[in-house]
């Protein structure tokens, strides 16, 4: 299985609303795609400027069927207007 911890840093001016509403329609979205196994979007409890989307995925042929979708393209495009992403990516 994969985990993908992919951190969202506003930029200045950026809007933590349209990056929680993008992520929101984003983890919708995928949580019908094949193989994948859990999504969530978190915001920090103690960085107003800072949310985190959590997913976890079967397989790396999962992951990628997953970041070719319109809707990935759409919201992640969405999202990166209002914040930087860092990715984090874990095997297990």
């Given at each position: 299985?994969?985990?993908v911890n992919c951190?969202?840093?506003?930029?200045?001016?950026?809007?933590m609303a349209d990056v929680v509403e993008n992520a929101k329609k984003l983890t919708e979205a995928s949580l019908k795609h094949k193989g994948n196994v859990a999504y969530d979007i978190f915001t920090s409890a103690t960085r107003p400027d800072v949310a985190m989307i959590c997913e976890t995925w079967q397989d790396a042929e999962a992951l990628?069927?997953?970041m070719a979708t319109?809707?990935?393209?759409?919201?992640?495009?969405?999202?990166?207007k209002s914040a930087e992403m860092k990715i984090e990516q874990f095997n297990f």
């Open positions: 299985m994969i985990r951190f969202a840093k506003l930029k200045e001016g950026g809007s990628k069927a997953h319109p809707e990935f393209k759409l919201y992640v495009g969405n999202i990166e």
